[in-house]
């Protein structure tokens, strides 16, 4: 089957009982050479994808509302990536942009400012492999353009696994055991609390004088998939501005326009002052941003770069997905299948009382259960009937699919989700 043929598919089909004899050949062999810090979810060898779909090294065909953890934003494979990343490969692998003057690290840099959510303001990009490395790069930059150390993150939030985003980071315990001591001068608040930073952290732990920034996900992740309460954003504005702290919006997964805008920060009626991207930006090649006003990007030369960041590969990528995304009209398809996911996972919600709560916008879906059992049993029933979902938070399953995800697919996946609920719920 042609790889076009695959995106067509618009439910599962299985010709093995999943994981297949060569998954689980292939499983065998990687548990014997890999780290065994690797996260599996469940045991799912990806051969091939297109579109919304993937193959299995069996030949099981698979719904991916995971987008491979919300990075392939065009779909696996677009076209027009595949022919951007492959021309590019064909003219120059690597020239590092730290060092010299890298064509078209500059082009996606112009792109992602003229779209930065910065009401008009000017602005400035760093590029990097990762979104970790970009939550670094603000954190540096924080640092440096204020003259601060204090930052300010928060309990449940996801910012990555190098030592900086680890320390911002609170989601899980197991993501920081054993790695103390973390970077000093981090303390976390609660994500949508009015109160907690000013009642307790400025009054009796830090001065808001020596904070350089509030770290936040514009919408909480890893966490849960949950949005933040009405007015929060422009709480957090507030505070910053009153205090002269930065306010730093985490879109590694949010952004891209996942949440229906190209950040979900628009939807929150505030300018950050800096954002990091990933994930979705570059369709599934590396690729991180830190996007800063302009006014703040005061560092001097050599203080921050990166022998990588920003290849021109995967700056390719980027620039076919801005492209695909304007032309193919994803902001609004995200929109419109995120309306037909919400509402159909609302009316399965009514009919399983296990699912205690659905949450969210665009194709940014949470779905919480009566307990992470039960998230984690609905998680790995959807794999056997060839849906794949992915757990989050403490109880939750995400939904998150590529911004090409089809109606016709949405309602195969709602079907399919709904077998898997009742089936946990019947042997509960
Ligand atoms: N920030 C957020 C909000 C994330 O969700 C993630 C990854 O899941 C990261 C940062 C880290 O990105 P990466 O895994 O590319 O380092």
Redo the contacts with the bound molecule.
Sequence with gaps: MELEGLAAHARPKLITDVPGPEAMARIERDRKVTSPSLPRAYPFAPRRGSGSVVEDVDGNIFLDLNAG??VTSTGHCHPAVVEAVQRQATQLLHYSASDFYLPIYADVCERLDAFAPFGGSRARTFLTN??????EAAIKLSRYATGRQYLIGFYQ??????MG?ITLTASKAKYRTNFGPLMPSVYHSFYGDFDYIEQVLFKRIVSPTEVAAIVV?SWL??GGYVLPPEGWFTYLRELCDRHGILLVC?????GMGRSGTMWAVEQEGVSPDIV?A??GIASGL?L?AMIARDDLMTWDLGAHGSTYGGSPVSCAAALATFDVIEREGLLENARTIGEVLLEGFRDIAQRHPIITEVRGRALWIGLSFADHDHAVAVEQASFRKGLLILGCGDDAIRISPPLVFREDQAIAALSIFEEAAAEVEGAS
């Design positions: 953890i919300a990762s979104g970790t490395e970009a939550v939030s996801f910012h990555g696994r190098s985003s996900e992740g890893e985490d879109e590694v997964q949010s990091t990933g994930k590396p991180g």
